[in-house]
């Protein structure tokens, strides 16, 4: 190995990952440079060997190898390990006698010394060579589990996984499992960490450490464990006992620790032994009686035990932090038994309290310090921190500890009277309790529960004197305080807030004390170290909120727990929580923590100065002893000495040592004995030394420390790349160290006063508080970032990895927003204001605050010093893309890494210029406050609000204003100020107005040879000209109003253009009038509301919609509190000029709807009101016209509660005129109304057809001349006078019509329809509004072109307001939507497929709502079902229905004929061209006899070659309308046709009974066409007719004829009837087979056997809806022939005789 060593100061050579080697600190020792054949990554010392990783995942082993069998007594150089070959390994690790390696896809190897089986394989003693194992976990769905790091000890490895879970093998506490048995050859999780987020692990000989990630809100969410891991028992349980809550958490679970011979035992200290705190600190002395030989061995030890070892590790603690000394007073004597008595209690009493406290206060230390005697584990005392522990994943610990926090707070504000504060933090830590570490499980005591007969006053007296033991361990070792404080009556006082914190029985809490805990405490400190928020990207950063936790042997303090006992269990320090940890490291006997601020934290064995501290030895974390201004960023711990790596006064960095010397020849120091005394050494150090030879080595990127071995990793300054990436990481923990002094020293004691809140006022206190927030942020983002460059430097040193230039935004953001605050808390004053408290802290001549601002003036006041302090953040800006620029520099221009590198700086030094502009902008902001008259100031002035210009100088007047008046014009980034007032005054601006600057818009007034210099200004409700002092200064206003108002609308600074005329903002009316207090948010135009908008009145009322010129117009809502009801009105639809304006629905508060149109805010038009507390049974419902908000013209009225329907006219919510009305009862009335009554002639008829016609002069109230017709035809004449139904009077004369009278005929004679109203007449105002859609004042008067155009409009508005609401729109109709955006040819000559054309258009537009055909259609189908459903359905009312639906047809095909004017009118003809040779064709395909197409052929040649087709308006628009009403008109028709249907049904019934044959036999059908065998699916499969046979014959004819009843208009059922006569024709042709034309006498039979089969319940009807809808022009034709043959049938069914 000798041959590949070279001097280190003689090589030029060289690149990355230069290993330099050297033992020992002193001046003679030259450090070897290591060749190695590719460059180092990382290096792992054991104690006589080591393992060497290289680029490209090699491993070298060099040393003495003894598991080499080949080479067991050489001494190895760096030898390849071949059996790694193929393996990328990532990470090494060494123990004493054994190695481990990581690969690429997380496996692991392990070779060397398994004695202990710490190689984690079973049966061999030694491992030659890398050998894998396996992480199996049963709880995951991995095989096997992938490891991202080793740490390997003398008798065993941990294992860190990528799921950050730690896992053990070998022998020894220091695995932290719960095994009785070693080795433990198979790896095991260590459970009490699962579930934490390990960051890292470290091993020493006999110990093991962890760094641990504090848990987060994130990690509180996962569900707690509610049960032992072992023995699976529950760890908590809760009895509700009257008034108190017992919490008990007295679980164990003991495993007993069976340890080998060759093992050290666990011992317990013996009851005079001395326990060494401090060579300077004093030890406190106790007496126990010496307990018994079975309390003493064996002795389970357990971290759930508390009692064991809490008191020796908070006694340490708090002596090492320099406090108080613990509480170990002078203990009394206790009985063999165990049992303590009233008198003589294990723990000190009252007066031994105060005896020890008054010895504190008139004596100074002793220079020789007293024993402290320990008796049985039994007598150790817990302390009042002892709740803060290992296990917060259970919620019952955070309940705890927030109760406990209540009781001591409780406490403390009564020892704040007694000025007993400082005495309470120190006794009572609720400080600690309120953190966010976590709460311990205590256990009871073993003894403590034997003398059970107790009082409960003395079991709590001991319970308090328990807790109050010791010391608060927690306070900041940095501030080296020594209190010295008489306590006068602790116990007896203390006694309730100590109570708490006792565990040995549970927790005694009361119900209400537990419902004070469970509230969150809100009045926090501003800003923590572990409570500020990290970056967005939590996983990018390394995280600062960590623990160390640590476990195995601690003869030596090396677990930092403030004493000398063994953990089997991972426990948390406390005493590092909060420091920032980053980096655990261990020797073989003591361990090494360094954090974030590169501060250096050691404990355990300091028998050769490894610790860097005159404390020997130290069982709690301290400080190293480094000069001031040595960062500490990395270290490494040997066998007994320990190697920094930390900055200096330049760029590269310098390696320190502490521990002992070693020069070459002294005797191998491994083989002696661990209690070999110091002086056979060559000497150690008293603190860390600077290595003299560091500088030689160049830029050493990491160190390595093992056995007695010192290894650094440097690199050589290639271009100068490796000195610009350590100065951008050193410069960065610099800045970090003086932004945590700035912090600790400044922020948070001004924080903590008492009466800053007081002073400041409320607002600057609310500034200082997010000020110091964000200054807390800033602290940690830096903190976060020096660790990762920290990080970067120890393992790629590459810019790829780093977070500044991926993550650029996260830096700019935070600096933008503390500099924003920074202004705010500048502009109001608060430098000023935070002077007093300052000088109240700090004092007049506050060296501090120089000291820390580094100022070379010595004369700067409180205040500039605070200026510099809180802006010294914004000068790392300048750092940054000085350094980011340095770094560029080392690359290719061309380089993508030279582009990201100058971005980024590029960035940094934008943000810079612009937030250096801003701060010039709040100085001059504040200067003006500092000036500005009156009591204006208090109102105008805000935190976020800068000055532009102002008037002050008379360059800005108003235009006609009074002589004396005095107008003063303030611009601001946010408004605009008039302040007025008159000039004697002496206030002279009395008055003043803000016009936000969203809502202001100006404009330059033309000159026009006036010479005035005039600008006017437009706000939301006023406009006033300015007039400027000249041309330029006129200039400058408009320019700087512009930008202004740009900027405040987000449009960016600088801009040169105008702000848009038309933007967006809010504003609040304040003039009298509609809009008076009410706020309006949305478009604006020229100071005029215009576009989407809502404005809310301050009475309740909103309107959301659109706007036009100020007011609501189009489309919007709005909602209307009713005071009176407590509910809302509200309104959805169109709006006009401020006011409900066409379509809308309106809900009132009292239930009722309307839906319809308005007019200048009133209903008009057409409508439907619904009234009653349920919209879904309303009592009433009128649709019909509105004109003026009342019931004016035509409609329907249902009074559901009455069971009546009035359909008619009305005038001024009255029935007036003529009208008709039915009722459930099945009366009919026909007639006139006056005054709502039924006034005048009229006819009304019973459900039993009982008939009068006369006067009438009230509802149903006969009155006058008249005549009443019975049923059977008998009628009465005369006067008549009553109320129907309730014997009315008659005087007149009876009747008996003759003999061949018959009462058909009179009945008949009473013809209705008369009285009531025409059908032209009804629902005009619903084609009104269909005109006035297209345009049109009248009905076919407008301009057909604007027509279209309108309807294009409203698809497209209508469209466009259906997207924007929640509700979708199918996909069907969509495309029906897309459709229509077409518009067909409407102009020129129709022809057949022009025609087609336009159906089709009718169907798609009758299809959706949105276009003005579609809502005519819908609004006539809604009023027809309103008038013919319900009580509607009467059988009177057939045919007004029928005249009804006729009169739809003529007046929609008026509006098509007015869309398409070429349209011939309804019976007009479209006449078509056709080829004479085509028609001849068509004759020749038809089945004719030669005869009969000669015949034919003959005719054509004389006809016209035209082809003629009617138009009508039943075959054009009959198909879009009717299939929407045929379920009520076709419950008329079968309703009118009842009795003749029921005959006709009877019929059927019977004569079906019949079989086919008998019923073909019975109708006359001739024998030739029965069909003797009928065909059936199957093929050649044919069905015998018998005379058994039914429904065979002509079934497929019957089934066709059965279709009738699925169809709707009359053209498709007469298609059917077509398609039966056809089925049957095709029949007879297959039997005779041959042609045949039919007779009608023969026909006849045959279709009515087929109609009998067919049974169509209804046909009646069917037929009366045919023969009244059939289109005119094919009564005559084909069609009208079988459709006669179809009646015929009808009437010869129900005459039918069977004899």
């Given at each position: 190995m000798e041959s590949q060593r070279r001097g280190s100061g003689n090589d030029d050579g060289g690149g990355r990952g230069l290993l330099h080697i050297w033992k020992g600190y002193s001046y003679s020792v030259a450090p070897e440079k290591l060749l190695l054949p590719h460059s180092v990554l990382q290096v792992a010392l054991g104690r006589n060997h080591g393992a060497l990783l290289v680029e490209g995942g090699q491993v070298f082993t060099f040393g003495h190898c003894p598991w080499k069998q080949s080479q067991v007594a050489q001494f190895l150089a760096p030898t390849l390990e071949s059996a790694l070959s193929g393996q990328r390994v990532i990470a090494v690790a060494a123990g004493s006698f054994h190695s481990g390696a990581v690969t690429e896809d997380g496996g692991v190897h392990m070779w060397g010394d398994n004695t202990d089986g710490q190689c984690g394989l079973s049966g061999l003693s030694l491992v030659p060579n890398p050998t894998p194992i396996a992480l199996a976990d049963s709880d995951s769905s991995l095989s096997t589990v992938p490891v991202k790091e080793l740490a390997c000890g003398e008798q065993h490895t941990l294992a860190l996984s990528v799921q950050h879970e730690v896992w053990a093998w070998g022998s020894g506490c220091q695995l932290g499992l719960s095994a009785t048995v070693f080795p433990v050859s198979k790896p095991q999780k260590v459970e009490l960490l699962a579930g934490r987020c390990v960051l890292q692990v470290a091993c020493g000989a006999k110990h093991s450490l962890a760094l641990v990630r504090c848990l987060g809100p994130q990690d509180t969410q996962r569900p707690p464990a509610d049960k032992c891991g072992q023995c699976k028992q529950l760890l908590y349980t809760m009895m509700d006992k009257e008034d108190h809550v017992i919490i008990s958490d007295s679980h164990q679970c003991l495993p007993y620790l069976e340890q080998p011979e060759d093992d050290e035992k666990l011992k317990t200290p013996s009851t005079n032994s001395t326990l060494k705190l401090s060579p300077s600190e004093p030890a406190l002395s106790s007496k126990t009686s010496t307990p018994p030989p079975q309390s003493v061995s064996p002795v389970p030890v357990n971290n759930s035990d508390p009692t064991q070892f809490e008191n020796v590790e908070t006694q340490e603690s708090s002596l090492a932090a320099q406090e108080l000394p613990a509480s170990d007073f002078d203990l009394s004597d206790t009985k063999s038994s165990g049992a303590p008595s009233a008198k003589s209690s294990p723990y000190p009493d009252e007066q031994a309290v105060k005896e020890y406290l008054k010895k504190l206060s008139d004596s100074t230390q002793a220079e020789k310090t007293p024993k402290v005697t320990i008796g049985g584990l039994h007598t150790l005392l817990p302390s009042a921190a002892g709740l803060i522990s290992a296990s917060s994943n259970n919620p019952l610990n955070n309940l705890v500890a927030s109760c406990a926090s209540a009781v001591g707070e409780r406490v403390a504000s009564t020892y704040e009277a007694l000025s007993l504060k400082k005495m309470m933090n120190m006794y009572l830590p609720t400080g600690a309790l309120r953190s966010a570490g976590p709460v311990r499980q205590m256990a009871a005591d073993p003894r403590a529960g034997e003398n059970t007969t107790e009082p409960v006053r003395e079991e709590d007296s001991v319970q308090a004197k328990k807790s109050c033991s010791t010391g608060d361990i927690h306070e900041e070792e940095a501030e080296r305080l020594h209190r010295r404080l008489s306590l006068p009556g602790l116990l007896s006082q203390g006694r309730y807030a100590v109570h708490l914190l006792s565990s040995s029985y549970g927790l005694l809490l009361s119900p209400r004390l537990l419902r004070k805990g469970g509230r969150s405490k809100t009045d926090a400190a501003s800003f923590t170290s572990s409570g500020m928020a990290a970056p967005a990207d939590r996983e990018v950063l390394p995280c600062l909120q960590t623990e160390v936790w640590s476990w195995g042997h601690g003869e030596h303090g090396q677990l930092g727990h403030g004493d000398n006992l063994d953990r089997l269990q991972p426990l948390c320090i406390k005493s590092l929580n909060s420091k920032e940890v980053v980096r655990v490291g261990a020797g073989s006997h003591h361990s090494v923590a360094l954090t974030a601020q590169s501060q250096l934290f050691s404990w355990g064995s300091n028998s050769h100065g490894q610790l860097g501290h005159m404390e020997s030895p130290s069982t709690v974390p301290r400080l190293a002893k480094l000069s001031e201004g040595i960062r500490v960023w990395d270290v490494s711990a040997g066998e007994r000495h320990t190697l920094l790596l930390a900055d200096g006064d330049c760029i590269q960095p310098i390696i320190y040592y502490s521990g002992e010397q070693v020069k070459e020849g002294t005797r191998d120091h491994n083989k002696q004995e661990e209690g070999e005394e110091k002086d056979s050494f060559d000497g150690y150090t008293q603190q860390p030394v600077l290595l003299p030879f560091c500088m030689n080595l160049g830029f050493v990127s990491s160190v390595f420390a093992g056995g007695q071995q010192c290894m650094a990793l440097s690199d050589k300054n290639v271009m100068g790349f490796i000195?610009?990436?350590?100065?951008?990481?050193?410069?960065?923990?610099?800045?970090?160290?003086?932004?945590?002094?700035?912090?600790?020293?400044?922020?948070?004691?001004?924080?903590?006063?008492?009466?800053?809140?007081?002073?400041?006022?409320?607002?600057?206190?609310?500034?200082?508080?997010?000020?110091?927030?964000?200054?807390?942020?800033?602290?940690?983002?830096?903190?976060?970032?020096?660790?990762?460059?920290?990080?970067?430097?120890?393992?790629?040193?590459?810019?790829?990895?780093?977070?500044?230039?991926?993550?650029?935004?996260?830096?700019?953001?935070?600096?933008?927003?503390?500099?924003?605050?920074?202004?705010?808390?500048?502009?109001?004053?608060?430098?000023?204001?935070?002077?007093?408290?300052?000088?109240?802290?700090?004092?007049?001549?506050?060296?501090?605050?120089?000291?820390?601002?580094?100022?070379?003036?010595?004369?700067?006041?409180?205040?500039?010093?605070?200026?510099?302090?809180?802006?010294?953040?914004?000068?790392?800006?300048?750092?940054?893309?000085?350094?980011?620029?340095?770094l560029a520099t080392c690359f290719e221009v061309c380089s993508n890494d030279y582009q990201r590198l100058q971005d980024s700086c590029s960035k940094f030094e934008a943000l810079d210029l612009v937030l250096k502009k801003k701060r010039k902008e709040a100085e001059y902001t504040f200067l003006f406050w500092k000036g500005f008259p009156g009591k204006m100031t208090d109102s105008l002035r805000k935190a976020h609000r800068r000055l532009?210009?102002?008037?002050?100088?008379?360059?800005?007047?108003?235009?006609?204003?009074?002589?004396?008046?005095?107008?003063?014009?303030?611009?601001?980034?946010?408004?605009?100020?008039?302040?007025?007032?008159?000039?004697?005054?002496?206030?002279?601006?009395?008055?003043?107005?803000?016009?936000?600057?969203?809502?202001?818009?100006?404009?330059?007034?033309?000159?026009?040879?006036?010479?005035?210099?005039?600008?006017?200004?437009?706000?939301?409700?006023?406009?006033?000209?300015?007039?400027?002092?000249?041309?330029?200064?006129?200039?400058?206003?408009?320019?700087?109003?512009?930008?202004?108002?740009?900027?405040?609308?987000?449009?960016?600074?600088?801009?040169?253009?105008?702000?848009?005329?038309?933007?967006?903002?809010?504003?609040?009316?304040?003039?009298?009038?509609?809009?008076?207090?009410?706020?309006?948010?949305?478009?604006?135009?020229?100071?005029?509301?215009?576009?989407?908008?809502?404005?809310?009145?301050?009475?309740?009322?909103?309107?959301?919609?659109?706007?036009?010129?100020?007011?609501?117009?189009?489309?919007?809502?709005?909602?209307?509190?009713?005071?009176?009801?407590?509910?809302?009105?509200?309104?959805?639809?169109?709006?006009?000029?401020?006011?409900?304006?066409?379509?809308?629905?309106?809900?009132?508060?009292?239930?009722?709807?309307?839906?319809?149109?308005?007019?200048?805010?009133?209903?008009?038009?057409?409508?439907?009101?619904?009234?009653?507390?349920?919209?879904?049974?309303?009592?009433?419902?009128?649709?019909?016209?509105?004109?003026?908000?009342?019931?004016?013209?035509?409609?329907?009225?249902?009074?559901?509660?009455?069971?009546?329907?009035?359909?008619?006219?009305?005038?001024?919510?009255?029935?007036?005129?003529?009208?008709?009305?039915?009722?459930?009862?099945?009366?009919?009335?026909?007639?006139?109304?006056?005054?709502?009554?039924?006034?005048?002639?009229?006819?009304?008829?019973?459900?039993?057809?009982?008939?009068?016609?006369?006067?009438?002069?009230?509802?149903?109230?006969?009155?006058?001349?008249?005549?009443?017709?019975?049923?059977?035809?008998?009628?009465?004449?005369?006067?008549?006078?009553?109320?129907?139904?309730?014997g009315p009077k008659v005087t007149g004369s009876y009747f008996k019509p003759h003999l061949f009278e018959t009462d058909k005929d009179k009945i008949q004679s009473v013809?209705?329809?008369?009285?009531?109203?025409?059908?032209?007449?009804?629902?005009?105002?619903?084609?009104?509004?269909?005109?006035?859609?297209?345009?049109?004042?009248?009905?076919?008067?407008?301009?057909?072109?604007?027509?279209?155009?309108?309807?294009?409009?409203?698809?497209?508005?209508?469209?466009?307001?259906?997207?924007?609401?929640?509700?979708?729109?199918?996909?069907?109709?969509?495309?029906?939507?897309?459709?229509?955006?077409?518009?067909?040819?409407?102009?020129?000559?129709?022809?057949?497929?022009?025609?087609?054309?336009?159906?089709?258009?009718?169907?798609?537009?009758?299809?959706?709502?949105?276009?003005?055909?579609?809502?005519?259609?819908?609004?006539?189908?809604?009023?027809?079902?309103?008038?013919?459903?319900?009580?509607?359905?009467?059988?009177?009312?057939?045919?007004?229905?029928?005249?009804?639906?006729?009169?739809?047809?003529?007046?929609?095909?008026?509006?098509?004929?007015?869309?398409?004017?070429?349209?011939?009118?309804?019976?007009?003809?479209?006449?078509?061209?056709?080829?004479?040779?085509?028609?001849?064709?068509?004759?020749?395909?038809?089945?004719?006899?030669?005869?009969?197409?000669?015949?034919?052929?003959?005719?054509?040649?004389?006809?016209?070659?035209?082809?003629?087709?009617?138009?009508?308006?039943?075959?054009?628009?009959?198909?879009?309308?009717?299939?929407?009403?045929?379920?009520?008109?076709?419950?008329?028709?079968?309703?009118?046709?009842?009795?003749?249907?029921?005959?006709?049904?009877?019929?059927?019934?019977?004569?079906?009974?019949?079989?086919?044959?008998?019923?073909?036999?019975?109708?006359?059908?001739?024998?030739?066409?029965?069909?003797?065998?009928?065909?059936?699916?199957?093929?050649?499969?044919?069905?015998?007719?018998?005379?058994?046979?039914?429904?065979?014959?002509?079934?497929?004819?019957?089934?066709?004829?059965?279709?009738?009843?699925?169809?709707?208009?009359?053209?498709?059922?007469?298609?059917?009837?077509?398609?039966?006569?056809?089925?049957?024709?095709?029949?007879?042709?297959?039997?005779?087979?041959?042609?045949?034309?039919?007779?009608?006498?023969?026909?006849?039979?045959?279709?009515?056997?087929?109609?009998?089969?067919?049974?169509?319940?209804?046909?009646?009807?069917?037929?009366?809806?045919?023969?009244?809808?059939?289109?005119?022009?094919?009564?005559?034709?084909?069609?009208?022939?079988?459709?006669?043959?179809?009646?015929?049938?009808?009437?010869?069914?129900?005459?039918?005789?069977?004899?």
């Open positions: 000195a610009s990436l350590h100065e951008l990481a050193s410069a960065e923990r610099k800045f970090y160290s003086k932004l945590c002094s700035i912090k600790t020293h400044v922020i948070s004691p001004l924080l903590g006063l008492d009466s800053l809140s007081t002073t400041l006022g409320p607002v600057i206190f609310r500034l200082t508080r997010t000020l110091a927030s964000q200054f807390g942020h800033l602290c940690h983002l830096t903190g976060q970032h020096a660790v990762s460059l920290t990080v970067n430097l120890r393992r790629s040193r590459s810019i790829k990895s780093l977070f500044i230039l991926d993550h650029t935004e996260i830096f700019l953001d935070s600096y933008n927003e503390y500099s924003s605050t920074l202004d705010e808390f500048h502009v109001m004053g608060g430098y000023l204001t935070l002077t007093k408290p300052t000088l109240d802290l700090f004092g007049k001549s506050p060296e501090l605050l120089q000291k820390l601002t580094e100022c070379s003036e010595g004369n700067l006041s409180t205040t500039d010093l605070l200026v510099v302090l809180f802006c010294l953040p914004m000068l790392h800006l300048q750092e940054y893309g000085r350094l980011l620029l340095k532009i210009c102002e008037s002050s100088n008379k360059a800005l007047t108003l235009q006609n204003a009074g002589r004396f008046s005095v107008n003063w014009f303030i611009l601001f980034n946010d408004a605009l100020v008039h302040a007025q007032g008159m000039a004697p005054c002496k206030n002279l601006f009395s008055t003043h107005h803000v016009f936000p600057l969203a809502t202001l818009w100006v404009e330059p007034v033309p000159e026009d040879n006036t010479g005035l210099y005039g600008l006017k200004l437009i706000t939301p409700e006023e406009m006033f000209t300015l007039l400027a002092s000249s041309a330029l200064e006129k200039a400058k206003w408009i320019r700087c109003i512009n930008q202004a108002v740009a900027q405040a609308l987000g449009l960016g600074e600088g801009q040169k253009f105008e702000p848009p005329i038309c933007r967006s903002s809010t504003y609040t009316f304040y003039k009298d009038g509609r809009l008076k207090e009410a706020t309006y948010e949305g478009r604006w135009l020229a100071g005029k509301p215009h576009g989407r908008g809502m404005i809310k009145w301050p009475d309740g009322r909103i309107y959301t919609g659109s706007f036009k010129n100020g007011q609501e117009d189009g489309f919007g809502e709005f909602v209307a509190p009713n005071k009176t009801l407590n509910k809302n009105d509200h309104y959805q639809g169109h709006w006009k000029d401020g006011k409900m304006h066409g379509v809308g629905t309106y809900r009132y508060a009292n239930t009722e709807v309307y839906e319809g149109s308005y007019q200048d805010g009133l209903r008009h038009g057409h409508g439907m009101l619904r009234s009653g507390k349920l919209n879904t049974s309303s009592p009433s419902v009128f649709i019909g016209q509105w004109v003026h908000d009342k019931k004016t013209g035509y409609g329907v009225f249902d009074d559901i509660t009455k069971g009546e329907k009035y359909i008619g006219m009305w005038q001024d919510n009255m029935r007036q005129g003529t009208g008709v009305v039915v009722t459930q009862f099945g009366l009919y009335y026909e007639g006139s109304f006056k005054d709502n009554k039924m006034m005048g002639n009229g006819i009304l008829l019973s459900e039993d057809d009982t008939t009068y016609e006369g006067e009438f002069s009230d509802d149903w109230t006969l009155n006058g001349k008249g005549v009443l017709t019975m049923a059977n035809g008998d009628y009465l004449e005369g006067s008549f006078s009553g109320e129907w139904g309730a013809k209705l329809g008369r009285l009531c109203v025409s059908a032209e007449e009804k629902w005009q105002a619903v084609f009104d509004e269909c005109w006035c859609q297209l345009g049109c004042e009248s009905p076919g008067q407008g301009d057909i072109r604007k027509a279209w155009d309108n309807i294009a409009v409203a698809l497209t508005t209508n469209r466009r307001h259906i997207l924007d609401s929640p509700e979708r729109l199918s996909r069907s109709h969509s495309r029906t939507l897309e459709s229509l955006e077409v518009i067909p040819q409407h102009v020129g000559l129709i022809t057949m497929e022009r025609y087609h054309t336009i159906h089709r258009y009718l169907m798609k537009a009758c299809d959706t709502p949105l276009h003005p055909l579609g809502r005519l259609v819908e609004a006539l189908v809604a009023v027809y079902r309103m008038t013919y459903v319900g009580v509607g359905a009467n059988r009177r009312l057939l045919p007004q229905a029928v005249i009804e639906l006729k009169s739809y047809l003529n007046r929609i095909f008026q509006v098509v004929r007015f869309l398409f004017p070429d349209l011939p009118e309804d019976g007009g003809i479209i006449r078509e061209p056709v080829d004479l040779q085509e028609k001849e064709s068509d004759v020749k395909g038809e089945r004719l006899s030669e005869q009969e197409a000669s015949k034919q052929n003959q005719t054509l040649k004389m006809e016209w070659s035209y082809r003629s087709h009617m138009v009508s308006s039943l075959a054009l628009l009959l198909p879009v309308l009717l299939p929407r009403l045929y379920p009520p008109l076709f419950t008329l028709y079968a309703l009118d046709k009842e009795r003749e249907d029921d005959v006709y049904w009877e019929c059927v019934l019977r004569l079906n009974k019949q079989p086919d044959l008998a019923l073909l036999a019975f109708l006359g059908v001739q024998q030739k066409f029965w069909p003797l065998s009928v065909s059936m699916p199957a093929p050649a499969e044919h069905l015998q007719v018998l005379s058994t046979t039914k429904d065979i014959c002509f079934a497929s004819a019957v089934e066709t004829l059965q279709q009738i009843s699925t169809t709707f208009t009359p053209s498709d059922k007469l298609h059917v009837i077509q398609l039966t006569f056809e089925e049957i024709t095709k029949e007879v042709q297959s039997l005779l087979k041959q042609d045949f034309l039919w007779s009608m006498d023969d026909l006849f039979p045959v279709f009515l056997y087929v109609v009998l089969r067919a049974r169509i319940r209804n046909l009646g009807s069917e037929v009366n809806l045919i023969e009244d809808l059939m289109d005119p022009c094919i009564q005559h034709g084909e069609h009208g022939i079988m459709f006669t043959t179809l009646k015929a049938c009808y009437y010869q069914i129900q005459h039918e005789r069977i004899t």
